[in-house]
C-alpha cells in the first residue's frame, strides 16, 4: 500500500504503472477500463491511495461520472469474496477486477471500493467555497447484494484509489 502526503512524491507513479503491465480491457462501454489501480502489481492488488490533489496530472485519464454510471448500469458486478473485491463484466463479456481497497481519512480506513472520477463541484449549500469532487465506491457491507453509488468527498481529507480510462 502506498499513502502519498505531497504532490511531488508521485511524479513518474502513472508512467511507471502504465509501463508495468498495465492494460486497458474492452467491455463494450464508451471508454475501455484499466486492467488495475494505479500503483498495483496485479488486478487483485488494491494499488496506490492518493488524494485528489495528487491526480490532477492525469486528470484527463480519470473516468466521469457518466462513464461511471455507464459502467454500473450496463455491466454485471458480482462480489467475489475470495478475491475480496468485484467482477465486473462488460456487455461484450470483457471483465475487469476492482479490489476493496477502501479510504483513508487520517486514521481511519473505511470499507468499500473506490476511485476518483474527473468531475468537480461545489455542493449546493455545504460547506460555501469548499470543493468537493467526485468519487464511486461499490460496496457490499452484508455481503448479500453490490450497492454501486457516485459519492461526494472533500478532495483534501480522503485518500483513495485511482482507476484509469483510455478514452477512443
Not at 455491466?75 to 476492482?98: A, E, L, S, T
Request: glycine share 10%; net charge neutral.
Amino acid at each position: 500500500m502506498c499513502l502519498f502526503k505531497k504532490k511531488k512524491d508521485v511524479t513518474g507513479l502513472f508512467t511507471a504503472a502504465v509501463d508495468n503491465n498495465y492494460t486497458f480491457v474492452d467491455l463494450g462501454l464508451s471508454v475501455k477500463w484499466a486492467n488495475k489501480n494505479v500503483g498495483a502489481e496485479t488486478p487483485e492488488q488494491v494499488g496506490c491511495y492518493f488524494n485528489y490533489d495528487e491526480t490532477e496530472s492525469r486528470y484527463h485519464t480519470l473516468p466521469t461520472v457518466d462513464e461511471v454510471r455507464e459502467l454500473f448500469e450496463k455491466c454485471k458486478i458480482k462480489y467475489d469474496k475470495k478475491r475480496n473485491g468485484f467482477d465486473v463484466v462488460g456487455v461484450n463479456g470483457n471483465n475487469i477486477f476492482i479490489p476493496i481497497g477502501g479510504e483513508m481519512k487520517g486514521n481511519d480506513h473505511y470499507e468499500g471500493a473506490y476511485f476518483w472520477t474527473n468531475s468537480d463541484h461545489e455542493e449546493e449549500g455545504y460547506m460555501p467555497g469548499y470543493k468537493y469532487y467526485g468519487c464511486v465506491y461499490l460496496r457490499n457491507k452484508y455481503l448479500k447484494n453490490v450497492k454501486t453509488e457516485v459519492n461526494l468527498l472533500k478532495r483534501d481529507g480522503f485518500w483513495i484509489n485511482v482507476r484509469e480510462v483510455e478514452r477512443g
